[in-house]
């Protein structure tokens, strides 16, 4: 039986003064760092590490391996999957917004706030998020420029293939983002409830860790959205 520890990327740069996204904030470098750390105390070893196409998960894998390192300890070099990238749900949301809030009271006071507050807060981003997003995994809206959820799923389902692809009896290490993680999850429990999918990836905390396994085809869940290396509860974030 092989096994497969997701690390979901530490805290990015939403709704702080930095300009890019895709980039740590200092809390999910500290994160990530305290990752490295509790590794390094468990004397973990991996067969054979991947990472998503973001520079925030390139940037939880430096700190986690950085930390590793001062410790004596040494993991593979990554391989990149495009498969483990994020969906593309924010984006759907600003392209959306505008048109969906003429038919959505909810959405249209957001979009309100949004317009007199001059830019989007974290609490108006969110609301809108978890609003549409629902309707996009349940098929309802879609844009031509953002890739369908449903799509999104069957690429995660390509990553886990080629995962697998390692044979029994290897530890791997996949550094990617919630969606992702969430994904993989309910595709080893078979999960076809689409809203649960958003539900899980909602629950996942910065930097956690979800432990599955796998023999041949046949996918087990062992552990979900684990942090036992944050112990200061400041450093338990969801966004």
Known sequence: MSVVLFVRHGKASAFS??????????????????????????????????VGPRKRHEQTYACVTRVMATRGLRIPEPTMLPELDEHDGISLVFKMLPELAA?????????????????????????????ITRRWVRGEVGHADVEPWTAFRARVA????????????????????????AAATAETLGVRDEERVLDLSWSLYNGSITELDFTGERWGLRTFNTTPHLRDKRLVTSV
């Open 103 to 131: 038919g959505d009271p909810e959405l249209a006071g957001i979009a309100e706030s949004i317009a007199k507050a001059g830019r989007p807060t974290a609490d108006h981003v969110l609301a809108a998020f978890k609003r």
């Open 17 to 50: 003064s930095a300009t890019d996204y895709d980039q740590l904030s200092p809390p999910g470098v500290e994160q990530s760092e305290l990752l490295g750390e509790w590794f390094a105390d468990e004397r973990f070893q991996a067969d054979a590490v991947f």
């Open 158 to 181: 390509r990553a886990l293939e080629k995962i697998a692809a390692l044979g029994r009896g290897k530890t791997a290490l996949v550094f990617t983002s919630a969606g992702a993680v």
